[in-house]
């Protein structure tokens, strides 16, 4: 590669494989994000929950997701699990893995945006009547979900970055894409490439979650 036409003609000759590789990364994101929020709103009523039992254990679930590193959690999915039976694919072990990790980030963001409502909001339900489902997804809920988009915005870009971490189980993301062309043609500029592509990414997802916290900020 001899100066920036010959840039060019790198970049227009790889963008094909890097092409393939997004579409994997964003299949990842995109199936992680749909299952992972409801999940992290499930678990967050239940580290709400009055019942001791239910607590206790949505709390060891949190803990234990948390508290190990999401690589391990792959690892442990796709070459562990097998162990006891229980088999998956690579894609399927990483959403799994995915989904497990960011359901339980997730519902500490929620719980804390939950936690953080006034009582008297309660209380203002109950004396119009509101029955504890339509207290919860009508006036609860709609006000910690805008208190809660900042980190959550956070968390979705992590994401999109985290997903790198599913080349240890050879499914052909950005990253591994990105290093079999640079081990390949002996050149980092492979790398460099998907590391535009994630800063791409990332820009765009930073934007997307900016306009919707402004739409919301409108109603406050």
């Known amino acids: 590669m001899n100066g920036i036409m010959g840039f060019f003609e790198y970049f227009t000759m790889l963008m094909p494989q890097v092409l393939h590789g997004l579409v994997v990364t ?3 994101f995109g199936f992680t994000l749909i299952l992972s929020i409801p999940l992290g709103v499930i678990i967050a009523l239940g580290r709400l929950s009055k019942y001791k039992v239910i607590n206790w254990i949505t709390g060891i679930y949190i ?12 690892v442990f999915v796709f070459f562990g699990l097998p162990l006891i039976g229980i088999t998956f694919g690579r894609f399927s072990a990483a959403l799994f893995a995915f989904t497990l990790n960011y359901g339980a980030y997730f519902a500490e963001i929620f719980r804390a945006g939950i936690d953080s409502i006034d009582t008297g909001q309660y209380e203002g339900a109950e004396v119009l009547g509101l029955s504890p489902k339509d207290t919860f997804f009508r006036i609860i809920f709609p006000q910690a979900l805008k208190r809660v988009l900042p980190p959550v915005g956070n968390e979705v870009v992590t994401l999109v970055k985290d997903t790198a971490l599913v080349y240890i189980l050879g499914l052909d993301e ?7 062309a640079s081990n390949r043609d002996a050149t980092l500029m492979p790398l460099v490439i ?4 994630y800063l791409v990414l990332t820009y765009i997802l930073s934007k997307i979650m900016t306009c919707i916290e402004t739409k919301y900020n409108y109603y406050r």
């Open 174 to 180: 950005l990253l591994k894409i990105g290093k079999i």
């Open 26 to 28: 964003m299949q990842i």
């Open 63 to 74: 803990n234990i997701m948390r508290g190990t590193p999401l690589l391990l959690q792959i």
């Open 194 to 197: 998907v590391a535009l592509v």
